[in-house]
């Protein structure tokens, strides 16, 4: 265990950065001949980068010499304890050394376990210790920001949401000033403002962009700016100061029309996209992979969402699913386009739960690697979607538009994440029907507003 933690003193700073990486945590331990000499933290990287260090420069010129370090006759001291315990608070690191008298490295003592050491009063006092890594969510006011910044601060992390508030604050607003949350009003096209929230994270989810096929059409130059250009700049500023772990909202949509629709697709699978904004995708996923094969420890991660359903802070109604089930409540009739192409399928809150199940895996499993997220059994034809809608609000007709049918078709395999990571889906397309029929019928919303459709709040501004 204390292996995973140490270099060599005369190791590389990129070197130590590997090290912080794989081990998942936020300090590299220097040695030499086993004895400690020092330690270095993220931050310290990060810090000596934008001051101009390079990563091929020994970790020795950026390394604290001097640390805070625990003695084996100190293990009983609870004011040593306590003082060990605000050093990791205040440096980020999340491990702190145990040495004997000759210091020479004996264990590690992670934050959790140094907590249970100190005295029950200094943890009344001193409320939630534990260290929390900081996630930056770049867009993350909106429909799937919103749900997956909960889910994050209870599982144990600090977010930190970049966001333009294009679709407004509404989403957030019982987040803001809450413990464990930070909220900034920034566009990630201006990237100097992002290279200050971007420095202490440990991982980095970016789904700031121009959402779906009829919003990116509209403003082409937009799109390009936002979904492919602002997104490729703010990735070099991660890796170039070491922020490793990047998560990357794409889509299977870049699957396009599918020649074969008996047959799954794969992340193996040619990508075939019919769209500008699935085109954007695209685009963006090779140019994150190919920064990751010139740079140093970048670890970006390819999220490919399956057509996203279900209730959020931000309701979206121009997403099938839920658009068929506001039609089937409030008119009473369903407009299908086509019917026979297949779609595969995914609530917003399994869409959070996978990226929290990234964000938990070590760095080495999910490196420039694409997954498909969803579930085999969420894929549904056109067709089916509604007719399970009609099921779940009686009285519902069905209309049929044969010529001006939608070109996406594609059924999709997400054996991957499952075997990865042992992702499931726990939201049926029933139950994210019932949801929103439920929310309807209890809020009197307009579901044609156009801040409920990414198209139609686009027009407006």
Not at 128 to 150: E, F, M, N, T
Not at 165 to 177: A, C, D, S, V
Not at 375 to 404: F, K, P
Request: with cysteine; hydrophobic share 40%; proline share 4%.
């Amino acid at each position: 265990m204390v292996d995973r933690y140490v270099v060599q003193d005369n190791a590389t700073i990129e070197q130590a950065m590997r090290c912080i990486d794989q081990s998942g945590g936020t300090v590299a331990l220097i040695t030499y001949r086993k004895r400690l000499v020092g330690l270095v933290t993220n931050g310290d990287i990060r810090r000596a980068i934008l001051q101009g260090s390079l990563l091929s420069r020994p970790v020795a010129e950026v390394m604290n010499s001097d640390p805070f370090l625990l003695r084996t006759s100190e293990m009983e001291d609870n004011t040593r304890l306590s003082e060990a315990l605000m050093f990791l608070k205040e440096t980020g690191a999340n491990v702190m050394p145990v040495i004997d008298d000759d210091s020479r490295l004996l264990d590690l003592l992670f934050t959790p376990q140094l907590e249970a050491l100190v005295s029950r009063a200094l943890r009344k006092t001193d409320g939630d210790s534990k260290q929390r890594p900081r996630i930056l969510l770049v867009g993350g006011a909106g429909y799937i920001g919103s749900v997956l910044a909960r889910l994050l601060i209870e599982n144990g992390f600090d977010v930190r949401v970049a966001d333009r508030l294009m679709y407004g604050r509404e989403p957030i607003e019982t987040l803001i000033g809450q413990p464990h949350y930070e909220f900034f009003r920034s566009d990630i096209r201006h990237i100097e403002n992002m290279i200050d929230l971007v420095a202490d994270v440990y991982a980095v989810v970016h789904m700031a962009e121009i959402v779906g096929d009829p919003a990116c059409a509209l403003d082409p130059s937009l799109a390009l700016e936002t979904n492919f250009l602002s997104v490729l700049a703010f990735a070099t500023l991660c890796s170039h100061i070491q922020v490793n772990r990047f998560v990357y909202l794409s889509s299977c949509s870049v699957y396009g029309a599918n020649s074969n629709p008996d047959k799954l697709l794969t992340e193996d699978s040619p990508l075939n996209p019919v769209s500008l904004y699935a085109q954007m995708k695209v685009k963006t996923e090779s140019g994150l992979v190919e920064l990751a094969e010139r740079s140093v420890n970048f670890s970006p991660v390819l999220l490919r969402l399956a057509t996203v359903f279900g209730w959020s802070l931000r309701p979206r109604f121009d997403l099938v699913v839920n658009r068929m089930t506001a039609q089937a409540v409030r008119d009473g009739t369903i407009t299908i386009f086509g019917g026979e192409q297949w779609r595969p399928n995914i609530h917003v809150s399994d869409v959070s739960r996978a990226i929290l199940a990234v964000l938990q895996a070590p760095v080495v499993d999910i490196s420039c690697r694409a997954l498909n997220v969803g579930d085999n059994d969420l894929n549904y034809q056109v067709r089916e979607i509604g007719e399970s809608v009609a099921r779940g609000v009686v009285g519902t007709r069905i209309q049929l538009e044969v010529d001006n049918t939608d070109k996406r078709d594609y059924r999709v395999s997400f054996d991957a994440i499952r075997e990865l990571l042992g992702f499931e889906a726990s939201v049926s397309l029933s139950d994210g029907i019932r949801e929103i029929s439920e929310f309807l019928d209890l809020e009197s919303v307009d579901f044609h507003h156009p801040r409920y459709n990414n198209l139609y709040s686009l027009r407006m501004q």
